[in-house]
């Protein structure tokens, strides 16, 4: 049999099109693979994709160019859009209360990143800016970055330098976020297990989250007020869920309920204002609302229907319309107060308390299909990434343009978090979000390591490379360094925040998982969240700006 076909089919120096999808997915699917192997506990995940590229480029496979472009240029799009889509809610709200001390520390860090790379550029005179911003995100180990710089440069030659400074330091870039956490850990000599104590204290009082306590009604002074006067009186934002009275009926009380003496109230309100009830109302009882006989049911509705895509609770006229009361609502795992002015979201899941037949009234209304929420909003996909091209490709002053990674990204922010205003439905799935994510990745790695491969061995292992690397470990390191002494040695911060504070401003899932892996608690990946909106967006326009400066 004549196997010239089949070593054809395989054989490097063919671009035609079979070659070019055997090739794509041979190294995605290799590259994804070995990045799931775990050494010393961290694995590299889909960056394994760009090494299985840049050893197939070494051994003379080869894409067409313009085929090569359209792919790697496409799943950049994919992949920052995804990336915009799910930072955008927390994106602003990133910078309430806590969060601006950790995304002020976030950009110190990334500050400290680009004054040690124009250093470098300036002091050594003989490295290209390119081979650099290739070298800082690697280092940091943010392929946003690296994207959004290869699409402003234009430049082949310039796009495969970044890529091989990129690899370059890309490994050293995950150990040296690790290692600075021990470092920061040992100059204070922090134990462990006495953060993850302050953590579960300080989460045991939480003031934020929905709190909720059975009261009885002694305080003469609110018999006969209705719970209209109660709010008026108290000033604080609270549902009465349930209210018992004195003879044994529970029911859902509306704003003109009166509370008597001796009635029964089961009250959702902030942690914070457990006090003023206990002043104004009366004590708090122990209360099993479930175990009381009443035709009162509390239910968890699901919001799928587009149509309330941004509608405020307070319009749905629950009291009035269905006689229900709705106490929280469950967005994203994350428990919200009910309050009035609070708009919904698809997605959300609204936990609302009354009888039986009027919660399936509400649920049909609402949608409560699991169903709808797995279909694909493409209209909104395709419209933001329609708006992201364009608004990419503005001259935004002095010759710079937010590009094909910029624009998608800052468009998707804006959508996912105003998107509602427009009757669009930004809601996606985490699944389909995540292949979304990974597709457009893998496309983009698996491109940038086939296209860099041919010069990569000469270029990397030799006194250049050499430096690369060095260059790359000092960019990590340092930087987190300053910003982790100030984190714990000026404001005092807690290690396992300051741990997720790293990994947030290194946009870094490994290290992530390290530092949940070794506290078995939540709160770095908590603060990881605080810090990765802002961070992500800021590290794609540095890339950016230091090739539209200085190339």
């Known amino acids: 049999m004549d196997w010239a076909w089949f070593q054809s089919l395989l054989g490097p120096g063919s671009t035609s099109l079979p070659n070019t999808l055997i090739l794509y997915s041979f190294v995605i699917a290799l590259g994804v693979y070995l990045g799931k192997l775990k050494i010393a ?14 050893i197939m480029g070494h051994f003379g496979y080869t894409v067409e160019a313009n085929v090569l472009k359209f792919i790697r240029e496409f799943g950049l799009i994919l992949f920052i859009f995804s990336i915009g889509l799910q930072v955008g809610p927390g994106f602003f ?19 400290l990143n680009v004054i040690i790379v124009l250093a470098i550029f300036f002091i050594d005179g003989n490295t290209s800016i390119s081979a650099l911003v290739g070298v800082m995100s690697g280092a940091v180990t943010n392929t946003p970055g690296l994207a959004a710089a290869q699409q402003s ?26 290692l600075a956490m021990f470092i920061i850990k040992g100059l204070f000599r922090i134990k462990i297990d006495n953060e993850i104590k302050q953590i579960e204290d300080e989460t045991e009082n939480s003031q934020l989250k929905p709190h909720i306590v059975s009261f009885k009604a002694t305080n003469p002074l609110i018999d006969g007020k209705n719970l209209l006067q109660l709010h008026d ?23 003109e309920t009166i509370i008597h003496t001796g009635d029964k109230l089961y009250i959702v309100m902030s942690a914070q204002d457990e006090d003023r009830f206990k002043a104004v109302v009366g004590p708090e009882i ?17 919001v799928t229907k587009s149509e309330y895509n941004g509608v405020e609770i307070g319009s749905l006229r629950l009291r009035m319309g269905y006689k229900l009361n709705a106490t929280r609502v469950n967005r994203a795992g994350v428990d919200l107060l009910a309050s009035p002015n609070l708009r919904l979201q698809i997605g959300d899941r609204m936990t609302v308390v009354g009888a039986e037949e009027d919660i399936n009234r509400l649920a049909t209304k609402l949608g409560n299909s699991m169903k709808r929420l797995n279909e694909p909003n493409l209209i909104t996909i395709f419209i933001g990434i329609l708006f992201g091209i364009i608004v990419g490709s503005i001259n935004v002053g002095f010759g710079m343009k937010l590009g094909l990674a910029g624009g998608p990204l800052v468009v998707a922010i804006l959508i996912s978090r105003f998107g509602y205003k427009f009757k669009l439905v930004t809601y996606t799935s985490s699944s389909a979000s995540l292949l979304m994510r990974e597709l457009g990745i893998c496309l983009f790695l698996a491109s940038v390591g086939i296209s860099s491969g041919a010069g990569f061995a000469q270029t990397v292992f030799n ?19 300053v910003v982790g002494v100030i984190a714990r040695g000026v404001y005092k911060i807690n290690f396992l925040t300051i741990m997720g504070l790293l990994s947030g401003g290194c946009t870094d899932p490994p290290a992530l998982a390290y530092a949940n892996n070794s506290t078995g608690n939540d709160a770095p990946a908590v603060a990881y969240s605080t810090v990765y909106p802002l961070t992500m967006f800021l590290r794609v326009v540095a890339a950016q700006v230091l090739i539209l400066c200085f190339a």
């Open 463 to 481: 006194t250049t490379g050499m430096w690369w690397v060095i260059w790359g470990f000092m960019i990590t390191l340092l930087p987190l360094i």
């Open 93 to 111: 709200s990133s910078f309430k209360k806590g969060g601006m001390r950790l995304n002020g520390l976030a950009v110190l860090g990334i500050l």
């Open 41 to 54: 506990g961290v694995s590299l995940g889909v960056t394994f994709v760009l090494f299985v590229g840049i």
């Open 286 to 302: 122990e209360m099993d609302w479930n175990a009381t006989p009443s035709p009162v049911v509390s239910r968890r509705i699901l």
């Open 233 to 255: 009186i108290i000033q604080c934002n609270f549902v009465v869920s349930r209210l018992m009275n004195t003879g044994g009926e529970v029911i859902i009380p509306k704003s």
């Open 153 to 178: 440069v234009g430049d082949p030659a310039a796009i495969d330098t970044m890529a091989m400074g990129y690899a370059a330091a890309y490994p050293l870039g995950v150990l040296g976020i690790i």
